[in-house]
T-cell receptor
């Protein structure tokens, strides 16, 4: 069974569209994250939720809106997509909030905006 | 914002050689992690170090946390093609978010 799963794996869309990426973890973890990895492979945190509560919200355009319906799910909705949003988006989870805990990453969603 | 610089950015060596990857910062970290990422997949944790000067070994991989907890190194002995991947260090202060390094892309040539 996949520990952290994301859908879709690939997403190709045009500028201006709205899209969502879904993430689910079956590890029983309390904390979930969204990261963005750019073309240079730099991985940067966007959001973190602990037990459905937003705890980290980095400097991300408000076109990006995370939603956590329960602690096993963290979805990412993006409005008015721009070329610069093209990247690989990773969902991750950890047992609890705290930097010392191992983070388990999903396989990533490659978003291409044309 | 803590910045973690990794060097080298790219490294391509022959199978059987040894190598060292460095992760440096001007900030002091309470813990530092190393991840390996293979193409098309997410990063996977290799090790966490928390004490200055700490050395941890994972088979042919040796990780060291600097005495001042500002830097770390990863040494691989007798590299194998299966070691190929993107190596990422990640540090944090207290319970703050993890900051990932700039990455080292390692290729082991059979």
């Amino acid at each position: 069974d996949t520990a952290v799963s994301q859908t879709p794996k690939y997403l190709v869309t045009q500028m201006g569209n709205d899209k969502s990426i879904k993430c689910e973890q079956n590890l029983g973890h309390d904390t979930m994250y969204w990261y963005k990895q750019d073309s240079k492979k730099f991985l940067k945190i966007m959001f973190s939720y602990n037990n459905k509560e937003l705890i980290i919200n980095e400097t991300v355009p408000n076109r990006f809106s995370p939603k956590s319906p329960d602690k096993a799910h963290l979805n990412l909705h993006i409005n008015s997509l721009e070329l610069g949003d093209s990247a690989v988006y990773f969902c991750a989870s950890s047992l609890e909030q705290g930097s010392g805990y191992e983070q388990y990453f999903g396989p990533g969603t490659r978003l291409t905006v044309t | 914002t803590q910045l973690l610089e990794q060097s080298p950015q790219f490294l391509s060596i022959q199978e059987g050689e040894n190598l060292t990857v460095y992760c440096n910062s001007s900030s002091v970290f309470s813990s530092l992690q190393w991840y390996r990422q293979e193409p098309g997949e997410g990063p996977v944790l290799l090790v966490t170090v928390v004490t200055g000067g700490e050395v941890k070994k994972l088979k042919r991989l040796t990780f060291q946390f600097g005495d001042a907890r500002k830097d770390s190194s990863l040494h691989i002995t007798a590299a194998q093609p299966g070691d190929t991947g993107l190596y990422l260090c990640a540090g944090a202060v207290g319970n703050e978010k993890l900051t990932f390094g700039t990455g080292t892309r390692l290729t082991i040539i059979p």
